[in-house]
């Protein structure tokens, strides 16, 4: 599978999976169960963890590698005593299915959600903690809801997998976020978000430079444009099982039919310009 239709089913399922931290039924979903919705993170962190169950800030930091470890901890485990997983599992997909029913005509997804799901059932979740989590998980029964949950299983499938590409390139959790940034991914105050104080990212920038990766202004070397880009590559390959077994016809086709849910995603205006994956920029 060429490695380029790989990123681009990425590009075109990541809005459909991201909507949901983002949309305003969402967050009421979110507010009903009992969150504080005046930030995004406590519903974040509640909406993404609960399939792993009621476990630690430890093992969410983790799972999750690029968030502070601190930051973490200022809302795992206590994201529990405000709703069990399950209660929120339920509400996420409760949330999605108004959101999706307000963006988009969901009745005509059948044969897209039919191939996403045959995708991410190809997905192998060995060492990958997150898409295991989604993989125990129950099909919903409406179309629209599977191909959210195929989405979100092939986007944590693949993140899963980026986190070994960047453990493989020696990159810690807050130098994988300044060594993306030195490339031009976003902008360090989009990264800010993670958690990081000034002064781990300065230590963080401060490694970097002493491996010849970003220069004094924090600018990506040549040396540390390419170590970004193989990272990007292994991510890819590490990817691709899952299209592999769609086959390329197959995958083809879904990349066709993906386009309206796509458009209806990014023309929302619910999902922000700039992001810490880069989508678009690399």
């Known amino acids: 599978m060429d ?12 809005p459909l999976h991201a909507l949901h931290y983002y949309a305003p039924e969402a967050f009421e979903e979110a507010a009903a169960l009992g969150y504080d919705t005046r930030e995004r993170w406590p519903s974040y962190f509640a909406w993404r963890a609960a399939p792993l169950g009621a476990v630690g800030a430890g093992r969410v930091a983790s799972a999750f590698y690029s968030f502070s470890p601190a930051m973490v901890a200022r809302y795992v485990p206590g994201a529990w ?6 209660e ?5 997909l409760r949330a999605v299915d108004r959101t ?6 969901v009745t005509g997804v059948e ?29 919903a029964g409406e179309p629209h809801l599977v191909l959210w949950q195929a989405a979100t299983l092939l986007r944590e499938h693949r993140g899963d997998g980026h986190l070994a590409a960047l453990l493989g390139a020696g990159l810690d959790p807050v130098e994988a976020l300044v060594s993306f940034a030195a490339v031009g991914a976003a902008p360090e105050a989009v990264f800010a978000s993670r958690g990081w104080s ?9 490694r970097l430079a002493g491996r010849g990766l970003v220069d004094a202004d924090g600018g990506a070397t040549p040396a540390g444009r390419e170590l970004r880009a193989a990272v990007e590559r292994r991510t890819d390959e590490l990817a691709a099982a899952p299209w592999v077994a769609l086959g390329p016809d197959a995958t083809g086709r879904l990349a066709e039919l993906l386009g309206g849910p796509w458009l209806a995603a990014i023309g929302s205006g619910l999902l922000p310009a700039d992001n810490t994956l880069g989508i678009g920029k690399i």
């Not at 490695?3 to 990541?14: D, G």
């Not at 929120?88 to 996420?92: K, Y």
């Not at 999706?100 to 005509?105: I, P």
Request: proline residues 6%; without cysteine; negative net charge.
């Open 81 to 86: 005593g405000t709703a069990a997983p399950a």
């Open 198 to 206: 000034a002064e781990e990212w300065a230590a963080a920038r401060e």
């Open 100 to 105: 999706y029913r307000a963006l988009f005509d």
């Open 111 to 139: 044969e897209a959600a039919g191939l996403a799901r045959r995708a991410a059932e190809a997905a192998d979740p060995a060492g990958r903690p997150l898409a295991a989590a989604h993989a125990e998980l129950p099909w």
């Open 88 to 92: 929120v599992v339920a509400a996420r």
């Open 3 to 14: 490695t380029a239709r790989v990123r681009q089913m990425w590009h075109l399922l990541e």
